[in-house]
C-alpha cells in the first residue's frame, strides 16, 4: 500500500531549515512507526502539483490510525505547520512497496480519471 503525502510550504526564508527538519527528523520518525516499510521524498520540477511529495510504502492503512503514527508526528509537521500549504494525502492499493528512485532518476506522477471513476495516480521512473 502506498501513502503518498504532498503539500507546498510558503516561507521561503526558513524553507532551507524546514527540508532539513522533514529529512533529518520526519522522515526517520515516520520510518520508526512499525507498518511503514518506505520512505521517500520528492520535490517538484515543472507542472502545476505540489511543490513537494513524499511517498511511503504502508503494511495496510490501520497504520495510519495506530499511537505510534499519531506520536511521531503523523499529520503534523510541528512549528512549521503555519507554513504549509495545498496539504493533502492519499492512500493506494496495488503496490506492496514503492520501488526506489535514485538521485539520477526523475519520478513522473500522471492523473487520468473517466466519467465513473475518481482520479487516480500512476507513476513511472524516468532514467
Same mark, same amino acid.
Given at each position: 500500500m502506498l501513502y503518498m503525502v504532498e503539500c507546498d510550504y510558503t516561507y521561503p526564508q526558513s524553507e532551507k531549515a524546514w527540508n532539513s527538519f522533514y529529512s533529518e527528523q520526519k522522515l526517520p520518525a515516520l520510518i520508526a512507526v512499525p507498518g511503514f516499510l518506505t520512505s521517500q521524498r520528492f520535490i517538484r520540477l515543472s507542472g502545476p502539483a505540489a511543490q513537494y511529495l513524499a511517498i511511503h510504502s504502508l503494511t495496510g492503512a490501520d497504520v495510519l490510525h495506530s499511537d505510534s503514527y499519531r506520536l511521531n508526528g503523523g499529520g503534523n509537521f510541528g512549528a512549521?505547520?503555519?507554513?504549509? /500549504?495545498?496539504?493533502?494525502?492519499? +492512500?493506494?492499493?496495488? /503496490?506492496?512497496?514503492?520501488?526506489? +528512485?535514485?538521485s539520477d532518476e526523475a519520478l513522473r506522477l500522471k492523473r487520468t480519471s473517466s466519467l465513473r471513476r475518481p482520479l487516480h495516480r500512476h507513476w513511472l521512473s524516468d532514467a
Open positions: 512549521w505547520q503555519d507554513h504549509i /500549504a495545498r496539504w493533502s494525502r492519499h +492512500v493506494f492499493e496495488g /503496490a506492496a512497496t514503492m520501488p526506489d +528512485v535514485r
